[in-house]
């Protein structure tokens, strides 16, 4: 008996030692067992931000997309700082960072990087009041640069061939804050990616780029060290498909496709339109939103890009007021008054474009869906059915505004519009109207942002302003 007791101590002692060196369980099998993928993010424009409705941002999107793929639920979180992030995923406390990383040689030392999304090029930006350095040997001031970024990386390459370039590492501020403090000339200089730099000129439009210091690179998520590629071999089928059936390029056009263009006059001057006529109409902007549904932030920046929220505005035919509407329009609507009465207007205008909306399909969703109201708005339904019927037949989808927003200039050519019903019309004239509401609408939800928070938090710093939220 004390034999066979023997024999099972030492077949235990075998299994567990046998358990204690198993391999470790792959990491995509750790999610799916787990239903939850774990995701670090950075809270800023271009990654992870609290929109109107919820959660939004690129990186947000694209990191939910693949956790719907995986059929698990997405769990986020934001590190304090941009090497606390770097140090997590190296120490693999999370499954993946989806943070608009840049893929370095060095970073490739140190963890793993899945497929490239995005390509952005690193460029010196200083304020437009300062003389524009040539190279980066002719800094004449303080540049400082995220902890540990790919911009650092690229700085301590340059200092072989400039030995007199110097600079600093910030550990608690992310490019938002620091573009910031070159716009408020607490700072000269400064190095941000293209895509955030494009993004925020719209907020600080004395912001210059200087020159590039890196080619273009590309954007990737970053994954823990190791030679475990199951995750990111999943993360390589997710994005084939999204490449494939066109939805990275929708995402792209959502975040990114409508501030390709940097007008610095029109600019500042709906800086000053906002601090100088938006607050005598505001009120009753929120007034129709609440009627509606609607986002008061997007009728207003609708009446502006109609008539710059001058209530006497009258187009050459014959359209008046903030939302430029007809007396056609307003008799349709049901609404008795003067056009050019401020409230009259705003709540005619945000009845049609509601009664515009209605009349896009109910398959369509957002935000296509407000996108193609907005081109009702401006152009009428019927020439916008026009042109997603081209679209329609060129075997693009006539519900994505991506799409149809390539043929709606094409109602300008003969060759095209002798083939709709509704004829000629001035097709590019939606395009950059939509642009523009866009851009002005980001705008509205940054300001609006920073407001509401001023209101809910003691005076702070300007070095502690969160990330704009667009």
Known sequence: MLHTLRHLLFFSAYLLLVGCNSPPQPALQRVLDRGELRVLTRNSPTTFYEGVDGPTGLEYELAAGFADFLGVELSIEVPDTFSGLLDEIREANADLAAAGLTVTGERRKRINFGPAY?????????????????????????????????????????????????????????SENLLRMVWEQDLDYTIADSNEITINQRFYPELRVAFDISPREPLAWAFPPGKDHSLIDKAEEYFTLLTTSGKLEQLLERYYGHIASFDYVSTRRYLRHIEERLPRYRAWFEEAAQETGLDWRLLAAIGYQESHWDPDAVSP???RGIMMLTKGAMQ????????????????????????????????????????????????????????????????????????????LPLLNQKKWYEQTRHGYAQGQAPVRYIENVRSYHDVLIWLDTREQEQKQKPASPALDITSPAL
């Open 332 to 407: 349709q609507l049901g609404i008795r008054g003067d056009r050019q009465d401020a409230r009259t207007s705003i709540l005619g205008g945000t009845r049609y474009l509601v009664r515009s909306k209605k009349k896009i399909p109910a398959r369509i969703t957002e935000p296509d869906r407000t996108w193609m109201a907005l081109a009702t708005y401006n152009i009428g339904y019927g020439h916008l059915e026009d042109a997603r019927i081209l679209t329609q037949k060129a075997g693009d989808s006539p519900d994505l505004w991506i799409d149809v927003k390539k043929f």
């Open 317 to 319: 035919t014959g359209v």
């Open 118 to 174: 995005q390509h952005i090029t690193a460029q010196l930006v200083y304020r437009s009041n300062h003389k524009a350095p040539g190279d980066p040997g002719d800094l004449h001031g303080s540049l400082e640069v995220v902890a540990n970024s790919s911009h650092a990386e690229r700085l301590r390459q340059l200092q072989t061939e400039y030995p007199q370039l110097s600079f600093t590492e910030n550990p608690r501020l992310e």
